[in-house]
């Protein structure tokens, strides 16, 4: 796995670009079911998207009916791209209060310092021997998640697999893998038993982390 550049859009972006996606599909869903345009008022990528939802919760108040159609589109839209598919669905119907505290919980924000640092520790963690070891990468990230709540001070760690929050933390991951580096041979690496590791996974799938920990 070489990830020496990380000009990709998906990881220059990280959440905004999901942001982004999230709010065309409400504001094409409110064309749809309303039949005018949703006018947004906003500029930045999540006030665009928290005023786009603003607008969802009114409509609540004046039409339960078409509110629920509104939702149901815009969750059914969203299917085919699994990180916005996620993110409606934590954020769509819930309050303004609790809407905030999940957006404010995410990967975007945890400075990349203390990212990489909570994957260095899982790594000497489950490489508690001089062996090599093969960790599947969906149960390594859920460990690292755990550290980054703890020390971020969130209640609950990230989820774990196709969402908003997986681009970015595979970035940080390649660029532990690629500082892991001693003599040419990876210290830590993500392999895949079935075939080369694509550049941009969507998610964990069955990946794994390999570990050596000679090279740490």
Same mark, same amino acid.
């Given at each position: 796995?070489?990830?020496?550049?990380?000009?990709?859009?998906?990881?220059?972006?990280? +959440?905004?670009? @999901?942001?982004?996606?999230? @709010?065309?599909?409400?504001?094409? +869903?409110?064309?749809?079911?309303?039949?005018?345009?949703?006018?947004?008022? &906003? @500029?930045?990528?999540?006030?665009?998207?928290?005023? /786009?939802?603003?607008?969802?919760?009114?409509?609540?108040?004046?039409?339960?009916?078409?509110?629920?159609?509104?939702?149901?589109?815009?969750?059914?839209?969203?299917?085919?791209? $699994? /990180? @916005?598919?996620?993110?409606?669905?934590?954020?769509?119907? #819930?309050?303004?209060?609790?809407?905030?505290?999940?957006?404010?919980?995410?990967?975007?924000?945890? $400075?990349?310092?203390?990212?990489?640092?909570?994957?260095?520790?899982?790594?000497?963690?489950?490489?508690?021997?001089?062996?090599?070891?093969? #960790?599947?990468?969906?149960?390594?990230?859920?460990?690292?998640? &755990?550290?980054?709540?703890?020390?971020?001070?969130?209640?609950?760690?990230?989820?774990?697999?196709?969402?908003?929050?997986?681009?970015?933390?595979?970035?940080?991951?390649?660029?532990?893998?690629? /500082? +892991?580096?001693?003599?040419?041979?990876?210290?830590?690496?993500?392999?895949?038993?079935?075939?080369?590791?694509? /550049?941009?996974?969507?998610?964990?799938?069955?990946?794994?982390?390999?570990?050596?920990?000679?090279?740490?």
């Amino acid at each position: 796995m070489d990830h020496k550049d990380f000009n990709d859009e998906r990881f220059k972006q990280g +959440s905004v670009r @999901t942001y982004m996606k999230a @709010t065309r599909l409400v504001c094409e +869903s409110w064309q749809r079911v309303i039949g005018q345009p949703l006018k947004l008022h &906003s @500029t930045q990528p999540l006030s665009r998207f928290e005023e /786009a939802l603003a607008h969802i919760t009114s409509a609540l108040k004046d039409s339960q009916s078409k509110a629920a159609k509104i939702t149901d589109d815009i969750t059914e839209a969203s299917k085919s791209d $699994p /990180a @916005t598919h996620d993110l409606i669905n934590d954020v769509l119907i #819930v309050n303004a209060e609790a809407r905030r505290a999940i957006l404010e919980r995410d990967m975007d924000s945890v $400075p990349p310092r203390l990212c990489m640092g909570a994957i260095w520790n899982v790594a000497r963690q489950y490489a508690s021997s001089d062996e090599e070891v093969d #960790v599947p990468l969906r149960d390594f990230l859920r460990a690292v998640m &755990s550290e980054i709540a703890k020390n971020m001070g969130w209640p609950t760690a990230l989820r774990v697999g196709e969402n908003r929050h997986f681009p970015r933390i595979w970035q940080w991951l390649c660029e532990v893998t690629e /500082a +892991s580096v001693v003599d040419g041979c990876h210290g830590i690496r993500v392999i895949n038993t079935r075939g080369p590791v694509a /550049a941009f996974p969507n998610g964990p799938g069955e990946l794994r982390v390999r570990l050596k920990p000679g090279y740490f």
